[in-house]
């Protein structure tokens, strides 16, 4: 029973330190990755374990999920302050900037939903 237990244990600090890993940054990047290998090789658990796919899965689900409804939000608002040339003046770009760090999106994510929406603004007008 004491085997388990510690199995379990190892389990939980493996769930945690991914849980975290995957709030700092969406999607993980190589380094974290590497992190996150090592610490399941040494915890005992190989690259495939069911239990540790299991509990990546279910963390990954829940974070694109709240990935794709910040970045749904960061399109609303930029909507609301582009004007016919797809053009934002500087104080609606200072409160884009606060929503972005807020939703933490990184530039590349914000780059892709301004140059998508922007391009897509301009063709309506």
Known sequence: AEKAETANQRLLRYESEFYQSI???FPLNSQKVKHL??????LGFHQNDQRVVDIESRITSQRERLHLSSLKKYEHELL???DADG???DFSRQVLYSLRLKLRLTA???DLIESRTIAER???Y
């Not at 290998?37 to 040494?42: D, E, P, V």
């Open 122 to 124: 301009k063709s309506h």
């Open 87 to 89: 053009n934002c003046c």
């Open 80 to 82: 609301k302050f582009l």
């Open 23 to 25: 709030q700092e940054e």
């Open 108 to 110: 590349s994510h914000i």
């Open 37 to 42: 290998n090592r610490l399941k090789q040494s």
